[in-house]
């Protein structure tokens, strides 16, 4: 584990090709930024290369207006040559521990291929809507609700889950 503040510019590089890799290219400059600026679980090969990365991000959030601290995951991603033997898993298990040692709940957008992993790891997806708080006020974000996904938190997962601005994807 380490935060972004300690990765030296070798490692950073290595992640950037990683996540481009694993994203087959979609990964935009902005995905990059979102995981920056918390803490990074790597795995490596025997070797020392990289073969697996995610991040969780601090975020400010609300449930139905009620601040609250989120630790959001961001850039899963595994070599593709390297999926199914377990790395996502211990990834995930290194990631859960930083949310609830330092935040209310976690939270991630989850995609297709991620599903599996964070439902076996007790994601579950959030039953509400979800908005975000743009420069103009809160706007809904329907097309983001089916993957929109919580750690811990509140139970059931209901009500306005409204993320904070940022460029690019906002959830």
């Known amino acids: 584990?380490?935060?972004?503040?300690?990765?030296?510019?070798?490692?950073?590089?290595?992640?950037?090709?990683?996540?481009?890799?694993?994203?087959?290219?979609?990964?935009?400059?902005?995905?990059?930024?979102?995981?920056?600026?918390?803490?990074?679980?790597?795995?490596t090969d025997a070797a020392g290369a990289l073969v697996g990365h995610a991040a969780v991000v601090a975020r400010a959030m609300m449930i139905d207006g009620i601040p609250r601290r989120v630790g959001y995951v961001e850039a899963v991603a595994v070599d593709p040559g390297r999926q199914h033997q377990g790395i996502g898993d211990q990834l995930m298990t290194a990631i859960e521990r930083v949310i609830v040692g330092a935040y209310d709940f976690g939270a991630l957008s989850a995609s297709r291929a991620g599903l599996r992993l964070y439902r076996s790891h007790g994601w579950r997806p959030w039953e509400g809507t979800v908005s975000a708080m743009t420069p103009t006020g809160v706007v809904p974000t329907p097309d983001d609700a089916d993957s929109v996904f919580v750690y811990g938190g509140p139970h059931p997962a209901v009500g306005e889950l409204t993320c904070d601005w940022r460029s690019g994807d906002l959830w």
């Open 1 to 43: 584990m380490q935060h972004t503040w300690e990765l030296s510019a070798v490692r950073a590089t290595e992640l950037r090709a990683l996540l481009d890799l694993a994203f087959a290219g979609d990964f935009a400059d902005t995905d990059f930024d979102h995981a920056l600026g918390g803490v990074h679980a790597f795995v």
